[in-house]
Protein backbone atom coordinates (compact mmCIF):
# COMPACT_ATOMS: atom_id res chain seq x y z
CA UNK A 1 0.00 0.00 0.00
CA UNK A 2 1.22 3.45 -1.08
CA UNK A 3 2.45 5.65 1.94
CA UNK A 4 0.23 8.43 0.75
CA UNK A 5 -3.17 5.82 1.54
CA UNK A 6 -4.84 6.67 4.13
CA UNK A 7 -4.97 3.63 7.11
CA UNK A 8 -8.71 5.24 7.26
CA UNK A 9 -10.62 7.10 5.29
CA UNK A 10 -14.19 8.86 6.72
CA UNK A 11 -16.10 10.36 4.26
CA UNK A 12 -19.70 12.21 4.89
CA UNK A 13 -20.10 9.45 8.03
CA UNK A 14 -23.73 9.92 9.72
CA UNK A 15 -25.46 7.85 12.15
CA UNK A 16 -28.85 8.69 12.82
CA UNK A 17 -31.07 7.10 15.66
CA UNK A 18 -34.26 6.61 14.51
CA UNK A 19 -37.06 7.69 17.64
CA UNK A 20 -40.35 5.45 17.53
CA UNK A 21 -43.41 6.75 18.73
CA UNK A 22 -47.44 7.15 18.18
CA UNK A 23 -49.54 4.08 16.87
CA UNK A 24 -48.37 2.14 15.77
CA UNK A 25 -45.55 2.02 18.46
CA UNK A 26 -43.25 1.11 15.49
CA UNK A 27 -43.93 4.68 13.20
CA UNK A 28 -40.65 6.49 13.23
CA UNK A 29 -41.82 9.97 14.91
CA UNK A 30 -38.02 11.39 14.63
CA UNK A 31 -34.32 10.67 15.06
CA UNK A 32 -31.45 11.65 16.57
CA UNK A 33 -28.52 13.24 14.56
CA UNK A 34 -25.64 11.28 16.83
CA UNK A 35 -23.45 11.78 13.78
CA UNK A 36 -23.70 13.82 10.49
CA UNK A 37 -21.65 13.97 8.04
CA UNK A 38 -17.93 13.52 9.28
CA UNK A 39 -14.60 13.76 7.46
CA UNK A 40 -11.27 12.55 8.66
CA UNK A 41 -8.53 10.25 7.89
CA UNK A 42 -5.97 8.40 9.86
CA UNK A 43 -2.49 7.57 8.64
CA UNK A 44 -0.77 4.09 9.99
CA UNK A 45 0.78 4.62 12.98
CA UNK A 46 -0.79 7.90 13.76
CA UNK A 47 -2.63 8.89 16.60
CA UNK A 48 -6.21 11.57 16.07
CA UNK A 49 -7.43 12.77 19.45
CA UNK A 50 -11.17 13.45 19.26
CA UNK A 51 -12.81 15.84 21.75
CA UNK A 52 -15.78 17.94 22.77
CA UNK A 53 -18.68 18.15 25.35
CA UNK A 54 -20.73 15.03 26.63
CA UNK A 55 -23.48 14.00 24.09
CA UNK A 56 -21.33 15.24 20.97
CA UNK A 57 -21.11 11.70 19.19
CA UNK A 58 -17.51 10.66 20.10
CA UNK A 59 -18.17 7.13 21.10
CA UNK A 60 -20.48 6.66 18.66
CA UNK A 61 -17.95 7.52 15.98
CA UNK A 62 -15.78 4.68 17.51
CA UNK A 63 -18.42 2.34 17.24
CA UNK A 64 -19.45 3.40 13.53
CA UNK A 65 -15.26 2.96 12.44
CA UNK A 66 -15.11 0.00 14.47
CA UNK A 67 -18.18 -1.24 12.79
CA UNK A 68 -20.21 -2.28 16.42
CA UNK A 69 -22.73 0.65 14.67
CA UNK A 70 -24.43 0.42 11.17
CA UNK A 71 -23.84 3.45 9.49
CA UNK A 72 -26.73 5.35 8.07
CA UNK A 73 -24.78 7.22 5.36
CA UNK A 74 -21.26 8.35 3.97
CA UNK A 75 -18.33 6.32 3.74
CA UNK A 76 -15.64 4.31 5.39
CA UNK A 77 -12.58 2.76 3.57
CA UNK A 78 -9.88 0.93 5.64
CA UNK A 79 -6.37 0.04 3.24
CA UNK A 80 -8.37 0.65 0.10
CA UNK A 81 -11.72 -1.43 0.90
CA UNK A 82 -14.79 -0.33 1.22
CA UNK A 83 -16.47 -1.34 4.83
CA UNK A 84 -18.99 0.88 5.11
CA UNK A 85 -22.04 -1.48 4.85
CA UNK A 86 -19.80 -4.86 4.18
CA UNK A 87 -21.78 -8.57 5.73
CA UNK A 88 -20.24 -10.51 8.22
CA UNK A 89 -18.49 -12.65 5.93
CA UNK A 90 -16.13 -9.48 4.11
CA UNK A 91 -15.64 -8.11 7.81
CA UNK A 92 -14.27 -11.43 9.51
CA UNK A 93 -10.75 -10.57 8.18
CA UNK A 94 -10.77 -7.17 9.10
CA UNK A 95 -12.09 -7.54 11.98
CA UNK A 96 -8.56 -8.75 14.00
CA UNK A 97 -6.97 -5.50 12.57
CA UNK A 98 -9.74 -3.20 13.94
CA UNK A 99 -9.59 -3.47 17.91
CA UNK A 100 -11.32 -1.58 20.92
CA UNK A 101 -10.45 -0.15 24.14
CA UNK A 102 -14.14 0.01 26.14
CA UNK A 103 -14.29 3.06 28.79
CA UNK A 104 -15.67 1.15 31.45
CA UNK A 105 -13.11 -1.42 32.58
CA UNK A 106 -15.42 -2.62 35.37
CA UNK A 107 -18.55 -3.55 32.79
CA UNK A 108 -15.77 -4.69 29.67
CA UNK A 109 -14.57 -8.02 31.69
CA UNK A 110 -16.51 -11.07 31.69
CA UNK A 111 -16.76 -11.30 35.70
CA UNK A 112 -17.41 -15.45 34.82
CA UNK A 113 -14.01 -15.72 32.50
CA UNK A 114 -9.70 -16.01 33.67
CA UNK A 115 -8.12 -13.13 32.82
CA UNK A 116 -6.59 -16.18 30.66
CA UNK A 117 -9.68 -17.08 28.99
CA UNK A 118 -10.77 -13.05 28.26
CA UNK A 119 -7.63 -12.46 26.48
CA UNK A 120 -7.33 -15.89 24.53
CA UNK A 121 -10.86 -15.13 23.31
CA UNK A 122 -10.35 -13.19 20.18
CA UNK A 123 -7.32 -15.93 19.27
CA UNK A 124 -10.18 -18.45 19.70
CA UNK A 125 -12.68 -16.73 18.02
CA UNK A 126 -10.43 -15.61 14.87
CA UNK A 127 -8.73 -19.26 15.23
CA UNK A 128 -5.38 -18.30 15.29
CA UNK A 129 -2.79 -20.72 17.15
CA UNK A 130 0.41 -18.31 17.97
CA UNK A 131 3.51 -20.23 18.29
CA UNK A 132 4.24 -21.31 21.71
CA UNK A 133 0.37 -21.71 22.02
CA UNK A 134 -1.85 -18.73 23.52
CA UNK A 135 -1.12 -19.56 26.86
CA UNK A 136 1.95 -18.20 26.03
CA UNK A 137 0.87 -15.70 24.18
CA UNK A 138 -1.48 -14.42 26.93
CA UNK A 139 1.46 -14.30 29.48
CA UNK A 140 3.48 -12.48 27.02
CA UNK A 141 0.83 -9.84 26.32
CA UNK A 142 0.48 -9.30 30.19
CA UNK A 143 3.77 -8.85 30.68
CA UNK A 144 3.68 -6.00 27.78
CA UNK A 145 0.86 -4.27 29.46
CA UNK A 146 2.68 -4.23 33.15
CA UNK A 147 0.74 -7.01 34.90
CA UNK A 148 2.10 -10.37 36.29
CA UNK A 149 2.02 -13.21 33.84
CA UNK A 150 1.18 -15.40 36.76
CA UNK A 151 -2.40 -13.36 37.01
CA UNK A 152 -3.43 -15.61 34.30
CA UNK A 153 -6.00 -17.53 36.26
CA UNK A 154 -6.96 -15.11 38.18
CA UNK A 155 -10.61 -13.48 37.41
CA UNK A 156 -11.36 -9.64 36.95
CA UNK A 157 -13.00 -8.91 40.67
CA UNK A 158 -9.22 -9.35 42.12
CA UNK A 159 -8.19 -6.32 40.37
CA UNK A 160 -7.89 -2.70 40.60
CA UNK A 161 -9.75 -0.85 38.09
CA UNK A 162 -6.37 0.47 36.51
CA UNK A 163 -5.01 -3.52 36.23
CA UNK A 164 -8.60 -4.13 35.06
CA UNK A 165 -8.03 -1.56 31.54
CA UNK A 166 -4.86 -2.69 31.17
CA UNK A 167 -6.47 -6.40 30.98
CA UNK A 168 -8.69 -4.68 27.97
CA UNK A 169 -5.60 -3.17 26.23
CA UNK A 170 -4.28 -7.03 26.53
CA UNK A 171 -7.25 -8.11 24.68
CA UNK A 172 -7.12 -5.50 22.29
CA UNK A 173 -3.36 -6.37 21.28
CA UNK A 174 -4.08 -9.73 20.66
CA UNK A 175 -4.82 -9.82 17.41
CA UNK A 176 -2.08 -7.69 16.43
CA UNK A 177 -4.25 -5.09 14.96
CA UNK A 178 -3.08 -2.05 12.80
CA UNK A 179 -5.79 0.14 14.36
CA UNK A 180 -7.40 1.03 17.87
CA UNK A 181 -10.27 2.70 18.75
CA UNK A 182 -9.35 3.66 22.52
CA UNK A 183 -13.12 5.44 23.60
CA UNK A 184 -12.37 7.64 26.62
CA UNK A 185 -9.94 4.66 28.29
CA UNK A 186 -9.25 5.98 31.77
CA UNK A 187 -12.48 8.53 32.22
CA UNK A 188 -13.87 6.04 34.89
CA UNK A 189 -10.50 5.72 36.08
CA UNK A 190 -8.87 7.14 39.32
CA UNK A 191 -6.80 10.64 37.86
CA UNK A 192 -3.77 8.79 39.83
CA UNK A 193 -3.77 5.87 37.86
CA UNK A 194 -4.76 7.56 34.62
CA UNK A 195 -1.55 8.84 33.21
CA UNK A 196 -0.39 4.80 33.88
CA UNK A 197 -2.53 3.80 31.48
CA UNK A 198 -2.26 6.75 28.91
CA UNK A 199 1.73 6.03 28.95
CA UNK A 200 1.45 2.15 28.60
CA UNK A 201 -0.99 3.05 25.30
CA UNK A 202 1.72 5.85 24.03
CA UNK A 203 4.57 2.99 24.73
CA UNK A 204 2.15 0.52 23.06
CA UNK A 205 1.76 2.77 19.94
CA UNK A 206 5.75 3.70 19.87
CA UNK A 207 7.02 -0.19 20.07
CA UNK A 208 4.00 -1.52 17.60
CA UNK A 209 3.38 0.85 15.46
CA UNK A 210 -0.11 0.82 16.02
CA UNK A 211 -2.60 3.70 14.59
CA UNK A 212 -5.44 4.69 17.53
CA UNK A 213 -8.38 7.61 17.38
CA UNK A 214 -8.25 8.30 21.04
CA UNK A 215 -11.66 9.90 21.70
CA UNK A 216 -11.41 11.47 25.16
CA UNK A 217 -12.89 14.77 26.87
CA UNK A 218 -9.73 16.08 28.55
CA UNK A 219 -7.98 18.55 26.61
CA UNK A 220 -4.43 17.46 28.26
CA UNK A 221 -4.78 14.04 28.12
CA UNK A 222 -5.36 14.06 23.97
CA UNK A 223 -2.66 16.76 23.84
CA UNK A 224 -0.22 14.33 25.70
CA UNK A 225 -1.23 11.31 23.21
CA UNK A 226 -2.17 12.41 20.43
CA UNK A 227 -0.15 13.96 16.84
CA UNK A 228 -3.55 15.22 15.03
CA UNK A 229 -6.99 16.32 17.04
CA UNK A 230 -10.37 16.56 15.90
CA UNK A 231 -13.06 18.83 17.96
CA UNK A 232 -16.61 18.00 18.06
CA UNK A 233 -19.45 19.51 18.45
CA UNK A 234 -23.45 17.83 18.08
CA UNK A 235 -22.17 15.41 15.66
CA UNK A 236 -20.06 17.54 13.63
CA UNK A 237 -16.04 18.21 13.08
CA UNK A 238 -15.78 22.21 13.77
CA UNK A 239 -11.83 22.03 13.58
CA UNK A 240 -9.27 19.72 12.85
CA UNK A 241 -5.59 20.32 13.19
CA UNK A 242 -1.72 19.11 13.98
CA UNK A 243 -1.85 19.06 17.80
CA UNK A 244 0.91 21.98 18.47
CA UNK A 245 -1.58 24.13 15.62
CA UNK A 246 -4.75 23.66 17.38
CA UNK A 247 -3.91 24.08 21.24
CA UNK A 248 -1.74 27.02 20.09
CA UNK A 249 -3.86 28.91 17.37
CA UNK A 250 -7.58 28.08 17.58
CA UNK A 251 -9.89 29.27 15.08
CA UNK A 252 -13.07 28.20 15.79
CA UNK A 253 -15.04 29.76 18.93
CA UNK A 254 -15.72 26.92 19.93
CA UNK A 255 -12.33 25.26 20.18
CA UNK A 256 -11.36 28.47 21.94
CA UNK A 257 -14.10 28.45 24.97
CA UNK A 258 -12.85 24.97 25.30
CA UNK A 259 -9.18 26.03 25.55
CA UNK A 260 -9.99 28.90 27.90
CA UNK A 261 -11.90 26.26 30.12
CA UNK A 262 -8.78 24.37 31.01
CA UNK A 263 -6.98 25.29 34.45
CA UNK A 264 -3.78 26.60 34.96
CA UNK A 265 -1.63 25.76 37.41
CA UNK A 266 0.50 28.87 37.46
CA UNK A 267 -0.70 32.58 38.41
CA UNK A 268 -0.10 34.95 35.34
CA UNK A 269 0.42 38.33 35.81
CA UNK A 270 -3.14 38.98 33.36
CA UNK A 271 -4.85 35.54 33.63
CA UNK A 272 -6.15 33.90 30.49
CA UNK A 273 -9.70 35.11 29.14
CA UNK A 274 -12.32 32.47 30.35
CA UNK A 275 -14.77 32.16 28.33
CA UNK A 276 -18.41 31.18 29.60
CA UNK A 277 -20.69 29.84 26.96
CA UNK A 278 -24.23 30.72 27.66
CA UNK A 279 -27.32 28.02 27.57
CA UNK A 280 -27.04 24.18 26.81
CA UNK A 281 -26.03 22.27 23.93
CA UNK A 282 -28.96 22.04 21.21
CA UNK A 283 -31.03 18.80 21.21
CA UNK A 284 -29.47 16.53 18.20
CA UNK A 285 -33.04 15.74 17.63
CA UNK A 286 -33.32 18.96 16.38
CA UNK A 287 -30.20 21.04 16.02
CA UNK A 288 -29.67 23.98 15.16
CA UNK A 289 -30.12 25.66 11.15
CA UNK A 290 -26.61 26.49 9.55
CA UNK A 291 -23.86 26.23 12.18
CA UNK A 292 -24.69 23.96 15.31
CA UNK A 293 -22.84 26.37 17.49
CA UNK A 294 -24.97 29.64 16.94
CA UNK A 295 -26.76 29.21 19.63
CA UNK A 296 -24.28 30.28 21.78
CA UNK A 297 -21.64 31.75 19.79
CA UNK A 298 -20.62 35.51 20.44
CA UNK A 299 -19.87 36.07 16.62
CA UNK A 300 -23.01 34.50 15.80
CA UNK A 301 -24.98 36.22 12.38
CA UNK A 302 -28.02 35.82 10.10
CA UNK A 303 -25.67 34.19 7.90
CA UNK A 304 -24.26 31.79 10.45
CA UNK A 305 -28.10 30.46 10.64
CA UNK A 306 -28.34 30.14 6.63
CA UNK A 307 -25.47 28.49 6.01
CA UNK A 308 -23.61 25.66 7.42
CA UNK A 309 -19.82 26.46 7.07
CA UNK A 310 -17.77 23.81 5.52
CA UNK A 311 -14.78 22.20 7.17
CA UNK A 312 -12.05 23.92 5.06
CA UNK A 313 -8.84 25.50 5.03
CA UNK A 314 -9.23 29.03 6.52
CA UNK A 315 -6.59 32.06 5.61
CA UNK A 316 -3.94 31.72 8.44
CA UNK A 317 -3.91 28.40 9.00
CA UNK A 318 -1.21 26.05 8.22
CA UNK A 319 -1.97 23.20 5.84
CA UNK A 320 -4.51 20.02 7.15
CA UNK A 321 -5.62 23.00 9.87
CA UNK A 322 -9.35 23.07 8.68
CA UNK A 323 -11.73 24.89 10.59
CA UNK A 324 -15.52 25.27 9.83
CA UNK A 325 -16.78 29.01 10.46
CA UNK A 326 -17.67 31.80 9.12
CA UNK A 327 -15.81 34.05 11.04
CA UNK A 328 -13.08 32.41 12.39
CA UNK A 329 -10.86 33.94 15.12
CA UNK A 330 -8.02 36.06 14.09
CA UNK A 331 -4.74 33.96 13.66
CA UNK A 332 -2.10 33.64 16.06
CA UNK A 333 -4.27 36.31 18.51
CA UNK A 334 -5.90 33.42 20.70
CA UNK A 335 -3.07 32.84 23.45
CA UNK A 336 -2.37 29.42 24.11
CA UNK A 337 -3.23 27.28 27.80
CA UNK A 338 -0.36 25.84 29.74
CA UNK A 339 -1.35 22.66 29.57
CA UNK A 340 1.01 19.84 31.22
CA UNK A 341 2.57 17.80 28.35
CA UNK A 342 2.52 15.15 31.57
CA UNK A 343 -0.79 14.05 32.12
CA UNK A 344 0.21 12.71 35.78
CA UNK A 345 0.65 16.16 36.57
CA UNK A 346 -2.45 17.70 34.77
CA UNK A 347 -4.14 15.22 36.72
Known amino acids: MSSTTPLLDVSGLTKHFPIKGGFPIKRTVGAVQAVDGLDFQVAEGESLGLVGESGCGKSTTGRLITRLLEP ?4 ITYRGQDITHAGRRDLAPIRSEIQMIFQDPYASLNPRQTVGKIISGPMEINDIDPEGGREKRVRELLEIVGLNPEHYNRFPHEFSG ?16 KLIVADEPVSALDVSIQAQVVNLLQKVQRELGIAFVFIAHDLAIVRHFSQRVAVMYLGKIVEIADREDLYGNPRHPYTRALLSAVPEATVEEEPRERIRLTGDVPSPINPPSGCRFR ?19 VEGNKPGHLTACHYPETAGTVPAPRLSKDPEAAA
Do not use: F, H, M, N
Not at 162 to 177: D, F, K, N, S
Not at 295 to 313: D, G
Open 295 to 313: TRCWKATEKCASEAPPLVQ
Open 72 to 75: TGGK
Open 162 to 177: GQRQRIGVARALALEP
